[in-house]
């Protein structure tokens, strides 16, 4: 009888000690915003350019790190066109790649979201439904438009993949008369 209680104490306490040791683990494990999140939107005025937000977030000792990049073709001014630009393209434009970078905004943490602190601060709320994080801010070069973006954990070469397919939606989209080069 003896063996038999012992046993039940040995198996009462290793189950508690599992219980204790995922409790513990578990609890360390809310980290929803740290990691890379891809997201697309549309910019320019009007809202006509299709881009993507690449965001880096880093868990610190006092909040978090953001690092914001928003890619897209933007139609630009060539500076100095040669002959074939200048005989192609009547306006003188070209297409290139431009990246708005935002780096090292401080944000912290509250009810499930994180703020930037900045002036136009930007708000990362976790959708735990499907583990994706919503992007919100103002648009101040539109009327104060309010911005919402769904961002997804980034995969490898997302980014690249969205230049080349947004590229090739540009040139379909172009006609005898509208042609414009473009500047990699």
Not at 67 to 76: C, H, I, T, V, Y
Not at 79 to 104: A, F
Not at 149 to 162: N, S
């Amino acid at each position: 009888m003896s063996s038999l209680s012992k046993f039940m104490k040995w198996a009462v306490l290793a189950a508690v000690s599992i219980f204790v040791v995922a409790f513990i683990g578990g609890c360390g494990n809310t980290e929803h915003f740290a990691g890379e999140w891809i997201g697309y939107g549309k910019t320019g005025f009007p809202k006509e350019m299709d881009c993507v937000y690449d965001v880096k977030i880093e868990k610190t000792d006092n909040g978090y790190t953001v690092s914001l990049d928003r890619s897209n073709w933007e139609l630009k001014d060539i500076p100095d066109p040669g002959l074939i630009d200048s005989i192609v393209n009547d306006d003188n434009q070209q297409y290139e790649w431009t990246t708005m970078k935002e780096m090292n905004l401080k944000a912290t943490e509250k009810d499930n979201a994180l703020t930037t602190t900045t002036e136009n601060p930007l708000t990362f709320t976790y959708v735990e439904k499907d583990g994706t994080l919503e992007l919100s801010f103002k648009d101040y070069s539109h009327q104060d438009e309010q911005v919402t973006v769904q961002l997804h954990k980034a995969e490898k070469g997302e980014v690249e993949d969205f230049k080349k397919r947004s590229k090739e939606d540009i040139l379909k989209a172009m006609t005898p008369d509208n042609q414009h080069s473009f500047k990699e």
